[in-house]
């Protein structure tokens, strides 16, 4: 297991890896977390944990409490510098837990409450269920279509070889392009732990028009500056220096500068 210190090098890119004192408080208590985020599912939980032990089910307490605890250590350890992220982990656990949960309120739990207990605790789930089969909710969009349109003739003159100074983000218009950016995504970056060298700030700091703006280009072979509705949106800048650059698009909503 040695080569995982250099690969790593020596754990610093494992930097999203943090302790905190509780998974998706928001600003919250821990219990009340348990009560209000968790609701009956705590109760049966507690009501799972003392049926195992005291009917010696030593089967189904094992892969209760192996859930159990990782369910409990990933909700102070993120993985991610997202703390929401951890539901890709915790939703093991809680399969585990909710298996052992399933079968004792199938032999342990009086027939008569068992219907009822089913649908208190999958009100939550059926609330959420039917808010997101509405009419008026449409999804989350992945591209925008008129961006799209705006950008498609210049990205057939960009070379392959360009590099973009764009919002980071995970969905950006460029992408669809298959275009280079400088840099793309945190979530992306970080989950494959790759060091960033403060490139994000770099972008921004370009996009933003700093006065060392064309030496940051130069310095991460940037060759196009990308001006969007999310650029605009989130800068609110207008008066960028580089905006004196050749335009090579044609269209309202976009502009993309071409650097000398």
């Not at 130069?218 to 960028?240: A, D, L, S």
Request: aromatic content about 16%; glycine content about 6%; hydrophobic content about 45%.
């Amino acid at each position: 297991m040695a080569w995982i210190l250099p690969l790593t090098g020596f754990l610093e890119k494992a930097s999203i890896i943090h302790i905190q004192k509780g998974w998706n408080l928001d600003g919250k208590t821990i219990w009340q977390n348990l009560f209000w985020n968790y609701g009956p599912w705590f109760y049966l939980c507690l009501y799972t944990g003392y049926v195992v032990i005291k009917k010696h089910l030593c089967n189904d307490a094992k892969i209760f409490f192996v859930g159990l605890a990782i369910f409990i250590v990933f909700q102070f350890v993120m993985m991610a510098p997202w703390e929401w992220d951890n539901i890709k982990i915790l939703i093991w656990p809680y399969l585990l837990m909710v298996y052992v949960m399933g079968r004792v309120t199938a032999d342990y739990v009086h027939k008569q409450i068992q219907v009822p207990l089913l649908m208190v605790l999958g009100f939550s789930g059926f609330v959420c269920v039917i808010a997101f089969s509405n009419a008026q909710n449409r999804g989350h969009s992945i591209y925008s279509m008129v961006e799209l349109n705006a950008i498609q003739t210049p990205m057939k003159e960009v070379p392959l070889s360009s590099v973009f100074a764009a919002l980071p983000t995970f969905n950006h218009a460029l992408t669809y392009f298959g275009k280079k950016v400088a840099y793309a995504y945190d979530g992306h970056i970080w989950s494959h732990g790759l060091k960033d060298g403060n490139r994000k700030e770099k972008v921004e700091k370009i996009l933003k028009g700093d006065s060392n703006w064309k030496d940051l280009a130069k310095e991460m072979g940037i060759t196009h500056i990308y001006w969007g509705p999310r650029e605009k949106e989130e800068f609110k800048v207008e008066n960028q220096p580089w905006r004196t650059l050749k335009n090579i698009s044609l269209s309202p909503e976009v502009a993309i500068y071409a650097i000398d």
